[in-house]
């Protein structure tokens, strides 16, 4: 099968993982049961890293517990870096994982981080980013939320240094009861600073989704550009999601906007592409691709970009849900 | 021969307001027929009925489409039936891509039909002649559909989809308002190229003008619901002189 990205070994303690499609120019590292041999990064001055890092996170029946662990990733001055962050469960047991993902980028230093989350219905991960930014330095995070039982990503970034920019960009998807929470809190702690904010979800069944955005902006941080967006498509009754913006600002010269919508699917644009022969779920589906399309388009790596897209359309044709060992979908 | 279509006595609501208050109108193949109408006689709810739209109830009289009950098939079930409307307000769909959106179109008709999907390849070549019958330029196709196109280009979409489905029956709602005169010849064109004796058409207008270039064998006045008066392509042009007054008048 052409999606079936991963080879999970039998008994993954005895034989290794492999990746049987690789995106192109990545090196790939697992961390299985929230060990590995490389985790994180702690990149010198100047230092670029020539592919990206891919880190595969598993959980497997072996370790059942409930696992926390943190990973770093330290960029020196000029230092930069892509990563790409991957979780995913092998079995279906209610693993719990909270993980801390410190990020402290140095003058002038760019960390491009991808998050794919695809785990289980009974699945409880929470994923804690904290972010120290000096001068002219750059971060962008998209975090991708395909599948999962309750998920909630808490991303905290502190612009720290003159000319710093931060976009920070979500898409989640549920389904079922799946619970997908979102908290992200931005300081612009000195002026010139920019930082953006695009998060969308998708929600079907009798999912919850809940968004929560602060904008800090200190007494001197001023010239100071920020946005937030928020948009939700519910694609049933009975699914639920709630969104709090909040804007915090002290210093007067500052450029700073908030958006946050809750919305059900287009009756006109349906019918429209219904009368056109696009049956009715495929239309639906169409629909839901266009209002993921603008954070997708917002991961950089081409292929990887193109990845998400197919798994975006696997994931919004079911097709997660019918496969028992999830993680074979999975990137 | 056979027709194909044949509405009898069709009443709709809407909000549970009646606005078809009894049509009847039986078109065969190879025909071009004209609806006209004053503003809010009816002209677009029955378009939209034939077409399937949801919150239009009928509450009377049947449709039948080559052969088969209308009113008992889906909006996409309807099209692949063979039955197309051009829409008077054609619906901007940021986010879905023109060539997306026609492409799945026609996909989902050829798997109707027991084909196979179309090849990357197939399908620009198919899409480059039809567009060229409407004479637009196929760096629409990469743009969101009807997104930010001006009034004509969302007409002339409107018949590139038509030109692409090769329907049986081709409503097409005033699609000649809003178009400038060359927008109107190359869209009239447009419609006569895709006339075949197994197709037909009927054309919603206010104008004769349109009919100067797509001539019609029968032309229907409704107002208020109902057909008042039908008769051959002169009609049209009396419509035009006369206003509908001396036709109300005698209702
Ligand atoms: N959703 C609706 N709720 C209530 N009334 C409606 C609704 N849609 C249409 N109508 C009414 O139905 C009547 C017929 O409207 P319709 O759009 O079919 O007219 P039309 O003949 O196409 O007019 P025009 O020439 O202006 O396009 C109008 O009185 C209109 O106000
Ligand atoms: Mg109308």
């Known amino acids: 099968m052409e999606n079936n990205y991963i080879y999970i070994p039998n008994d993954p303690q005895q034989e290794e993982f492999r990746c049987r499609v690789p995106l192109k120019d990545t090196e790939q590292v697992f961390v299985v049961d929230g060990k590995g041999e490389k985790m994180g990064l702690n990149l010198g001055k100047g230092e670029i890293l020539p592919q990206m890092l891919q880190v595969i996170a598993v959980r497997s029946r072996q370790a059942q517990e409930d696992l926390s662990y943190s990973t770093d990733y330290r960029l020196a001055e000029r230092a930069q870096a892509k990563v790409l962050l991957c979780s995913h469960t092998l079995s279906m047991e209610d693993f719990t994982t909270h993980e801390c993902v410190n990020v402290e980028l140095g003058k002038g230093a760019i960390l491009d981080m991808v998050v794919m989350q695809n785990e289980h219905n009974k699945s409880k991960h929470s994923t804690s980013f904290k972010v120290q930014m000096e001068e002219g330095a750059v971060f962008n995070l998209n975090v991708v939320t395909l599948h999962g039982g309750e998920i909630s990503n808490e991303i905290e970034v502190n612009l720290n240094g003159k000319g710093g920019e931060c976009n920070v960009n979500g898409l989640y998807l549920a389904d079922g009861q799946q619970k997908v929470s979102t908290r992200v809190n931005i300081f612009h702690n000195v002026p010139e600073c920019h930082s953006s904010q695009l998060f969308k979800g998708i929600l079907d069944g009798e999912s919850r989704t809940s968004f929560s955005g602060k904008i800090y902006v200190a007494k001197d941080a001023q010239k100071t550009e920020a946005y937030q967006a928020n948009n939700n498509l519910l694609a049933s009754r009975t699914a639920k999601a709630y969104t709090q913006p909040h804007l915090e600002i002290y210093a007067d010269d500052v450029k700073c906007s908030h958006g946050a919508t809750v919305g059900s699917l287009n009756e006109d644009e349906l019918f429209y592409m219904r009368s056109r022969g696009i049956a009715k779920d495929e239309a639906k589906l169409l629909q839901q691709q266009a209002f993921a399309y603008a954070v997708l388009e917002k991961v950089a790596n081409e292929s990887l970009r193109e990845r998400l897209h197919s798994l975006l359309e696997s994931r919004l044709r079911g097709e997660f849900s019918e496969c028992a060992n999830c993680s074979k979908h999975c990137c | ?251």
Do not use: C
């Open chain 2, 1 to 251: 021969m056979e027709n194909l279509i044949e509405i009898k006595n069709l009443h709709a609501n809407i909000n549970g307001k009646e606005i078809l208050k009894g049509i009847d109108l039986v078109v065969k193949p190879g025909e071009v027929h004209a609806i006209m109408g004053p503003n809010g006689s009816g002209k677009s709810t029955l378009s939209a009925v034939l077409a399937g739209k949801e919150h239009y109830e009928v509450t009377e009289g049947t449709v039948k489409f080559m052969g088969h009950d209308l009113l008992a098939m889906s909006p996409e079930e309807r099209s692949w039936a063979g039955l197309f409307l051009g829409f008077q307000y054609p619906i901007e769909i940021p986010g879905v891509t023109n060539v997306n959106f026609m492409k799945t179109a026609v996909n989902e008709h050829r798997k109707q039909k027991g084909l196979a999907p179309l090849t990357a390849a197939e399908y620009l070549k198919l899409m480059r002649e039809k567009l060229a019958i409407v004479e637009m330029d196929p760096a629409f196709s990469s743009r969101g559909v009807n997104v930010g196109f001006s009034g004509g280009e969302k007409k002339r979409n409107e018949i590139f989809q038509m030109a692409m489905l090769d329907p049986k029956l081709a409503i097409l709602d005033e699609t000649d308002s809003g178009l400038d005169v060359d927008a109107l010849r190359i869209v009239a064109t447009g419609v006569n190229k895709l006339k075949r004796p197994d197709n037909a058409t009927i054309v919603i207008t206010h104008y004769q003008r349109l009919l100067d270039y797509i001539v019609p064998d029968i032309v229907h006045v409704l107002y208020k619901g109902k057909i008042i008066k039908t008769s051959g392509k002169e009609l049209a042009l009396e419509v035009e002189t006369r206003g509908y007054d001396w036709l109300i008048k005698g209702e």
